[in-house]
Nanobody, 119 residues
Framework: QVQLTESGGGLVQPGGSLRLSCAAS????????MGWYRQRPGKQRELVAT???????KYADSVKDRFSILRDNVKNMVYLEMNSLKTEDTAVYYC?????????????WGQGTQVTVSS
């Protein structure tokens, strides 16, 4: 079983910055894809940014040039640097990891961390 634990959410003013962290733990042989999704009020969960184990990144158009994803494959961690935050970035942010749980594939979500952008 693989667990993902996020941290770093909070309240920030428009134009501000925030850094989210996610740590994966448990029976892990390899994490193929790791990244961030968010669910804004009244909306479906959507992709924010992901990175494969080979370093290929994907970003939502709405966050390109403002957000950066960073993986630490040694520590099984992923970070999301969020700059120039807008009120529409307010959401619960979820970490997601897909990989090999030592002979059994896994796909796990974190519990989510609230990010509120407001003046």
């Amino acid at each position: 079983q693989v667990q993902l634990t996020e941290s770093g959410g909070g309240l920030v003013q428009p134009g501000g910055s925030l850094r989210l962290s996610c740590a994966a733990s448990g029976s892990i042989a390899a994490i193929y894809d790791m990244g961030w999704y968010r669910q804004r009020p009244g909306k479906q969960r959507e992709l924010v940014a992901t990175e494969t184990s080979f370093g290929r990144q994907k970003y939502a158009d709405s966050v390109k040039d403002r957000f950066s994803i960073l993986r630490d494959n040694v520590k099984n961690m992923v970070y999301l640097e969020m700059n120039s935050l807008k009120t529409e970035d307010t959401a619960v942010y979820y970490c997601r990891g897909d990989g090999d749980g030592r002979g059994r594939d896994f796909g796990s979500w974190g519990q989510g961390t609230q990010v509120t952008v407001s003046s």
